[in-house]
T-cell receptor, first 111, second 113 residues
Framework: SQQGEEDPQALSIQEGENATMNCSYK?????LQWYRQNSGRGLVHLIL?????REKHSGRLRVTLDTSKKSSSLLITASQAADTASYFC???????????FGTGTRLTIIP | SAVISQKPSRDICQRGTSLTIQCQVD?????MFWYRQQPGQSLTLIAT?????????ESGFVIDKFPISRPNLTFSTLTVSNMSPEDSSIYLC??????????FGSGTRLTVV
C-alpha cells in the first residue's frame, strides 16, 4: 500500500509559472525525497530533506517539510517545458530503509 | 552514488512463461529492493532482496510468484513467474548506500500477451 498521498494528481500550467505539489504521509519518517519520472522511464532523484529540516533549496526547486502535519511540498519555480513529468515523494522510516512512494503528481507544462 | 544496470529494458512475453530481470550495481549497496509500477500508477514495493538469504516480501507478494535472489552485495534478480496480462508493468530495482543514498535501475517494461 502507498505510504503517501500526493495532490494534485495532475497539474497543467503555463511555462514560466510556478508549480506546487503536496505530499502527505502516515507514519514517522527519517527522510523524505522527491523524484521525477519522465514517461515511465527511470527515476531521477531531485532532493532529499531530513526529518529535522524544514526547508531545502536546489536550483529552481524548493522543498518544505512539516513533520507535525506529516506533509511536504515541492515548489518548482519558473517552470520549463522540460519539467513535464511525474513527480513522486518517497519516505523511509527510522531504522527502516525501505522507500515508500506517494501516489504521484503528473505535471504538464504548456509552452 | 552507485549506478545500477538493469536488463532487459523491455520484453514481450507469452502468458504462462517466466521472465528473469537482472540488476548489477557498480559498487556495494547495503540493501536492494524490487518495485512494480503498474501503468499510470506509483511504485509499489515487492520485496527487499537480502544478501545470501530469502527475500522479505511485502503484503500481497509471494515468493512463488516473484522469486528473488541476491547472491552478493552487487547483484540481484527478480523472476516474474507464470505470467498473466495483469503482470504487465514496469519493474525497477533499487539499492541504497549510507542509509539514504538511493539509486534506481532504468526499469524493465514487461508486456504479457
Amino acid at each position: 500500500s502507498q505510504q503517501g498521498e500526493e495532490d494534485p494528481q495532475a497539474l497543467s500550467i503555463q511555462e514560466g509559472e510556478n508549480a506546487t505539489m503536496n505530499c502527505s504521509y502516515k507514519t514517522s519518517i527519517n527522510n523524505l525525497q522527491w523524484y521525477r519520472q519522465n514517461s515511465g522511464r527511470g527515476l531521477v532523484h531531485l532532493i532529499l530533506i531530513r526529518s529535522n529540516e524544514r526547508e531545502k533549496h536546489s536550483g529552481r526547486l524548493r522543498v518544505t517539510l512539516d513533520t507535525s502535519k506529516k506533509s511536504s511540498s515541492l515548489l518548482i519555480t519558473a517552470s520549463q517545458a522540460a519539467d513535464t513529468a511525474s513527480y513522486f515523494c518517497a519516505t523511509d522510516g527510522v531504522g527502516n530503509e525501505k522507500l515508500t512512494f506517494g501516489t504521484g503528481t503528473r505535471l504538464t507544462i504548456i509552452p | 552514488s552507485a549506478v545500477i544496470s538493469q536488463k532487459p529494458s523491455r520484453d514481450i512475453c507469452q502468458r504462462g512463461t517466466s521472465l528473469t530481470i537482472q540488476c548489477q550495481v557498480d559498487s556495494q549497496v547495503t540493501m536492494m529492493f524490487w518495485y512494480r509500477q503498474q501503468p499510470g500508477q506509483s511504485l509499489t514495493l515487492i520485496a527487499t532482496a537480502n544478501q545470501g538469504s530469502e527475500a522479505t516480501y511485502e503484503s500481497g507478494f509471494v515468493i512463488d510468484k516473484f522469486p528473488i535472489s541476491r547472491p552478493n552485495l552487487t547483484f540481484s534478480t527478480l523472476t516474474v513467474s507464470n505470467m498473466s496480462p495483469e503482470d504487465s508493468s514496469i519493474y525497477l530495482c533499487s539499492g541504497v548506500q549510507g542509509g539514504y543514498d538511493y539509486t534506481f535501475g532504468s526499469g524493465t517494461r514487461l508486456t504479457v500477451v
